[in-house]
DNA sequence: CGAGGGTTTGAAGTGCATCAAATAGTGTGG
DNA sequence: CCACACTATTTGATGCACTTCAAACCCTCG
């Protein structure tokens, strides 16, 4: 790939712009930057793995399967993020499936540069630690929030953090970043259910929802109704 | 504390063992063992951290906890355990509740002395990062299964990964570690459910239950029931 | 304009929670 | 070793949240 396009996304990258220098040529040689269609498979779980990504554009589902078809969503990822990346420490097969949700393009480099880097660099190697104790947090995040929280308040909570994520000022009003069925799935419901929960939610606390677009008036009105059975402070980060 | 006992405990833990000769003194010297009561608090969610934690006995309750009291376990862990650490990368708060669920007893050590260890041994710092590999797989593993199986399939895997545990042999049969109540909030449900659950497959499978201990005549015919609604093939490790 | 996927709505069913009460089990002091 | 107190567990009855199945609606895009 073009060595200036790769080069800004490495420097850009909180993980990746700890690359030593040296280093970086090496990254650069052996990146390719590759594209998918709309539910084009990545890779699937139990694949060996050789190779990981940084997410460029399009947004990436992160999921497991069982036989029967059904499926849970780990995570949605889009463009700064990477992954594929945990396996290297285990056992060099990947542990959940990914799959493009819309156009993604990729940046894939092999896992090997990856661990060499670690075991070499110690300053890449505490940015790769913080990082996997921030994708642990968020995790235990989720799993308090579908032990703990009905279907409007996950709903609530997930748009307060977008709002917080945008930092939309006063606005507040934002966009769904993907599909209704996938923010449902990615919330561990059904589309169905998206749909009556989102629509209790507008009912409670006086959002207006408008196809992807909703429109919050009254944020604290909405923090206390989503925060109220959730362990974290006001904004629920991360 | 006595320096064999710690010793003994430093050099055959997993990730503790790859302490360099040169800091386990150290480590030694600055290690105090705690002790805590059934239900005691070891520490709370978002308190300053200070130590991490090795657990040299019973067993202890990870968990987050909203405003009205209800709960989420997010995990229950015993002898060579350690947890606490993961703050050393973020906020230097813990991001989640610590409890006794019985007689429980520690090894505390100040997390500066871990994170310098990390900073200047590589292969501590390795072997650290293998370890929090496997916790978010264990993690990711939760998830799944509380968005994707029922109750008494829930149940069933916790069952089968206990027997792979401990290894049986043949005799399948074992002990629930700890409280029917403890078992059922790690899984996610209420005693109610856990027991009617329980009922429900013994009835399905074929097991025997008396107290705390399950009986298995059949693995095969028990695996097959709960890994079906499960990503992960024959006996759900970890 | 028409096809097809995304979204909503309706009706009915299932699983789990809740509340209440009975029962089993455990540890204690006598 | 027994009786009591207290806790853990089970059982029953009922309600709620979410799912399922089915159909309508809408919206976009060729």
Redesign the pocket.
Same mark, same amino acid.
Do not use: C, H, W
């Given at each position: 790939m073009q060595e200036d396009t790769l080069q800004n996304w490495l420097k850009h990258n909180d993980i990746l712009s700890h690359i030593d220098t040296k280093s970086l040529q090496i990254f650069i040689n052996q990146a390719r930057l590759q594209t998918f269609k %709309?539910?084009e498979p990545i890779f699937i779980q139990n694949d060996v793995s050789h190779h990981f990504y940084i997410i460029t554009k399009g947004w990436v589902k992160i999921f497991r399967e069982t036989l029967d078809g059904?499926q849970a969503i780990i995570d949605m990822l889009s463009s700064p993020h990477i992954f594929g990346e945990k396996s290297i420490f285990t056992d060099r097969r990947y542990d959940y499936n990914a799959s493009a949700t819309n156009a993604v393009e990729l940046i894939a480099i092999p896992l090997d540069l990856l661990k060499n880097e670690i075991d070499t660099n110690p300053d890449f190697a505490h940015a790769f630690m913080k990082m996997m104790a921030t994708h642990h947090k968020k995790q235990e995040n989720d799993l308090e929030h579908i032990?703990l929280? %009905?279907?409007?308040?996950?709903i609530g909570c997930f748009i307060l953090r977008l709002i917080d994520q945008h930092q939309t000022e006063k606005t507040s009003s934002i966009n769904?970043p993907?599909?209704?069925?996938?923010?449902?799935a990615r919330l561990?419901?059904?589309?169905?259910?998206?749909?009556?929960?989102?629509?209790?939610l507008r009912q409670d606390v006086g959002i207006e929802?408008?196809?992807?677009t909703i429109t919050i008036d009254n944020i604290s009105e909405l923090s206390r109704y989503a925060c109220g059975a959730c362990s974290a402070e006001f904004p629920c980060k991360s």
């Open positions: %709309k539910d059904s032990t929280q %009905k279907a409007p308040e996950r769904l993907y599909d209704k069925t996938l923010v449902a561990g419901m059904k589309p169905e259910t998206f749909s009556r929960a989102l629509n209790k929802i408008s196809g992807a």
